[in-house]
């Protein structure tokens, strides 16, 4: 029996600054799935991502996309957050004047209500953290700062994984979560993902090393080039990556 897909991309096409990145692509993910998404710099792994979390730089100019079966480019932001996307940026944004752990209490709480379930309140929200992120040795100390005000880079990172641990999302979208951690804040990564792996819940992870795989073993590699995925197959295809580089696989820089 095929299993029901989770996220549909069907010949989506995407503008950035009038300049079309995204060129006809096509992507399915089941429940489940694990999908990394690789590709040279300036490919446009980045804006796919964006683009599935309705980030304002990216102008969809045609094409489809159906999560749970919904019409997902007609979802604003915050529905999708509520549906359950969720998106690790890149480089996070810092936010002065926002605390850390208020704005992360109202984000569960949002989805919360529109999952029709109870507000929690302070007490409850820091027993939760405290739970998850004890399980991981993640400090929390973070939470009482500003979002992501002053924090190092690493830093960033832990807190997008106190985020994705509190709310829960069914589909994980990681932008080089990876990028400038060292081997044990990676190794908090992938505990963190590999905990949160149900069945039912899907990945889509863009990273250039291998360290992350190895932790947490893709079922598809997608290599994007040119604004569309260019070549697919298993944890296989990046260690051939990893050994030989784009262009012996036949990718070429075709946006620089
Ligand atoms: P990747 O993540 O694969 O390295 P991106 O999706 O970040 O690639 O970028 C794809 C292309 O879009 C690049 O040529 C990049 O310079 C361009 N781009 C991305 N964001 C912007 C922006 N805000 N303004 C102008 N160009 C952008
Ligand atoms: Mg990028």
Redesign the pocket.
């Given at each position: 029996m095929s299993k029901e897909v989770l996220l549909k991309i069907e010949d989506l096409k995407v503008n950035?600054?009038n300049?079309e990145?995204l060129k006809g692509l096509n992507l399915e993910i089941k429940p489940g799935e694990i999908h990394a998404l690789m590709?040279v710099?300036?490919?446009?792994?980045?804006?796919?991502v964006k683009t599935l979390a309705a980030h304002y730089?990216c102008e969809v100019t045609g094409g489809k996309v159906t999560f749970k079966n919904k019409d997902l480019l007609e979802m604003d932001v915050s529905t999708r957050a509520n549906e359950g996307i969720f998106m690790s940026f890149?480089s996070p944004v810092e936010v002065p004047g926002v605390n850390n752990s208020y704005f992360l209490r109202t984000a569960m709480n949002a989805k919360r209500a529109y999952e029709g379930k109870e507000e929690l309140d302070a007490m409850q929200f820091l027993k939760l953290v405290k739970e998850e992120t004890n399980k991981f040795d993640i400090d929390r100390k973070l939470l009482q700062r500003d979002l992501n005000d002053g924090f190092s880079g690493g830093e960033k990172k832990r807190n997008e994984l106190v985020q994705l641990l509190m709310l829960n999302p069914d589909l994980i979208m990681l932008d080089e979560i990876d990028s400038g951690l060292d081997v044990d804040a990676i190794k908090i990564v992938a505990n963190v993902i590999n905990s949160m792996l149900d069945g039912k819940k899907s990945i889509l992870m863009?990273t250039h090393y291998d360290r992350l795989l190895e932790l947490i073993k893709p079922d598809f590699v997608h290599i994007?080039s040119d604004g569309k995925i260019a070549k697919t197959g298993d944890y296989s295809l990046a260690l051939e990556l990893d050994e030989k580089g784009f262009e012996a696989l036949g990718i070429n820089n075709a946006?620089s």
């Open positions: 950035i600054n300049n990145i590709g710099n300036g490919a446009g792994k980045s804006t796919l730089d890149q863009i994007l946006n």
